[in-house]
């Protein structure tokens, strides 16, 4: 194994357990990464505010590719990127997803907006019970609605009010279903339109962005800035949002959980997400990078 420099990685269903939050094991390989001069980051479909709700729990500050893409964060929180949805696309995706009946957020530069309070609440509590389906219920319920305010979502009637106005970018929608032949559907009729880029982060979910919001085409922006070489990236991922960040770097590495597309696009293979798969694969490749 070559020399790494950087390390990239996925949040959900990678870097995070099945609780939704990183490892004592994870954050100490972390850290010893970048004790030895590993750049590091996170590449995430969450928005800052969401990511920051996780990893400010164990004390991890660094740079952040966020929405997949749609926006580049330095380790203070500065945006070095973004890209956004024009006001007509954003209402031809709205009206699409409206159709269908699906329950969708908002992400934009303004925060997140939700027409729905109690639909996102259960949204959000039917992917954490896919995980453990053993979790009790009433106490998921107040830890879904904790993260609810911690991430500021918004609650409006309509989003008329965010389209097109001036100092608000949407970034991304993001719609859930545990319907797959309603999500199938939707990301048919949805990728027959032109400027966006439609994929997902788990079985349960859909997310739309500009075209060119894609974690690959922020990864690249992000090495090219610092005068690194994509030969000298290790990136982790499990589903197809992450799909062209591995399809990039020099060292690819899907979860022993990913999809199995994702694994076949992969260099190397990890643990799983629920057994630190992450801080497996980054403390064999300090090993490797002492002895030679």
Partial sequence: MTL?????????????????????????A????????????VATGRSYH???????????????????GAEIRDEEGN???????????????AYVLDNADMYYE????NGTYTTNYEKGIQAVMDIYLTANPSIEVSKLRKRV????????IKIVNDFDGVFGVEDITTYKFFGFSKDQSLLV???????????ITV?????????????QAKKGNALRRYVEKRGLSLKEIMAFGDNYNDLSMLELVGHSVAMGNAETEIKDACRYVAGLNTENGVAEVINKVLEEMAIS
């Fill in 4 to 28: 790494i420099k950087c390390i990239a990685t996925d949040m959900d269903g990678t870097l995070l357990n099945a609780s939704q939050e990183v490892s004592e094991e994870n954050k100490l």
């Fill in 30 to 41: 972390i850290q010893a990464a970048r004790e030895q001069g590993i750049d590091f980051l």
């Fill in 50 to 68: 969401d990511l920051r709700y996780v990893l400010d729990k164990v004390d991890i500050r660094c740079p952040a590719i966020c929405l997949n």
């Fill in 79 to 93: 945006i070095e990127f973004g890209i956004g949805l024009d006001e007509m696309t954003a209402e031809k995706v």
């Fill in 106 to 109: 908002l992400y934009t530069s």
């Fill in 145 to 152: 609605e904790k993260r609810f305010e911690k991430r500021l």
């Fill in 185 to 195: 559907d939707v990301s048919k009729r949805l990728e027959q339109m032109n400027g």
């Fill in 199 to 211: 994929t997902a982060s788990g079985r349960q979910n859909i997310e739309i962005t500009h075209k």
